[in-house]
């Protein structure tokens, strides 16, 4: 219960947190019907990003497959596309995104400008070629010269693009707050309800000795997630690791410390394992939407951005994406670090000083 269910929630959550978009649906219309127009369709349909599912012979046919979500975007060759094209005027194409998503809204327009860019470019370039080829050029040896510029594209940390890659760290991090501070929750809560902490109390520890005592057991269980979540994102989902292993267990102890805090605050406000429960989600969601492991934290409004500096979550994220995808190590991640000692140090003063008024 404590290993087995972090590493199968890690497998779920791992193919469902996939933010990649691909195999778009996508509706044609083609008017034209012309070699022009069947060139510029095929270059959707030769691409993983998109899926040509229907042909219409009428735009009110895209409303309803619209309407009902059975396609995503919608493109209209108008007659007399291929025509423009070869007089060198405007072609026009009418292209119908369903922005219900807006996320995903946003990529599918990003790869049809991609495509219709290098459509354009071809197309181009095949002028240059034919003016190259006439004998008024050839004879005159004049050279033509066509600026262009050429866009050479570099993608570091994460040369691939995939999202698996950024949300498998995120995850790992993830499951770790919810198991340990709900286990931590309920340590203190599980005493009072059976009856032992009574005997506790008069047992011969001081209190200082008893929080640690709880605590450790779970830092020792937080450990062992750690290797085998992270273990499971290496080798099952192929995650780059450029870090530290080291650094890894080290940035681990400052993270248990205000979460096991958080948890142990939990378990002396509460009474009952029910609500021990409860606040622990309370806690877990706000924090995983605050980490930035959903929403990028510099859109947030300035007075949510200051509350994620509250946040655990937010910290860590950074650090083991760091240590998987750029190998980054203290040097880099001391400020973060430093955050996690500071709310350690709040989390689990806030929590000694509760459980001691409440033996008293």
């Known amino acids: 219960m404590l290993f087995v269910p972090a590493i199968i929630q890690l497998i779920i959550l791992g193919y469902a947190a996939d933010m990649d978009v691909k195999k778009i649906s996508m509706a044609i219309l083609d008017d034209d019907r012309t070699v022009s127009s069947r060139e510029f369709i095929a270059r959707f349909d030769s691409t993983d990003y998109f899926d040509i599912t229907h042909y219409l012979n009428s735009p009110k046919e895209a409303d309803l497959l619209m309407d009902r979500g059975t396609i995503d975007t919608f493109i209209y060759v108008k007659k007399g596309f291929g025509t423009a094209l070869k007089g060198g005027g405007g072609a026009e194409i009418l292209i119908v995104v369903d922005g219900t998503d807006s996320s995903s809204a946003s990529v599918s327009i990003g790869y049809i400008n991609r495509i219709i860019n290098s459509y354009t470019e071809s197309i181009l370039l095949e002028k240059i070629e034919k003016l190259r080829g006439i004998s008024i050029w050839q004879e005159s040896n004049i050279p033509i010269n066509i600026s262009r510029i050429k866009l ?11 999202s698996r890659n950024f949300f498998v760290p995120g995850i790992i ?5 919810l198991i340990s501070v709900m286990l931590t929750s309920m340590a203190i809560v599980k005493e009072r309800e059976i009856g032992t902490m009574e005997q506790l109390i008069v047992t011969p520890i001081r209190p200082i000795e008893l929080i640690f005592g709880k605590l450790f057991p779970f830092v020792i269980i937080g450990y062992v997630n750690v290797v085998l979540i992270t273990t499971v994102g290496i080798l099952w989902f192929g995650v780059p ?7 890894l267990f080290f940035a681990t102890a ?5 979460i096991l805090g958080v948890g142990l605050f939990i378990s002396t406000v509460s009474k009952t394992q029910q609500e021990a429960m409860m606040s622990t989600f309370l806690f877990f969601f706000p924090a995983m939407l605050l980490s930035g492991f959903v929403f990028p934290i510099e859109s947030m409004p300035k007075a949510i951005r200051v509350l994620t500096y509250f946040d655990p979550l937010r910290y860590m994220l950074k650090i ?6 750029k190998g980054t190590g203290f040097l880099e991640h001391w ?3 430093l955050g996690l000692f500071l709310l350690g140090v709040l989390t689990v003063g806030l929590s000694f000083t509760r459980f001691r008024k409440r033996l008293k």
């Open 254 to 258: 400052f993270f248990l410390t205000p």
């Open 152 to 162: 050479v594209e570099r993608t570091w940390y994460n040369e691939e693009l995939e």
């Open 241 to 247: 690791f450029k870090g530290s292993v080291i650094f």
């Open 320 to 325: 083991l994406r760091g240590i998987f995808l």
């Open 335 to 337: 400020p973060d670090l």
């Open 173 to 177: 991090a993830l499951l770790l707050t």
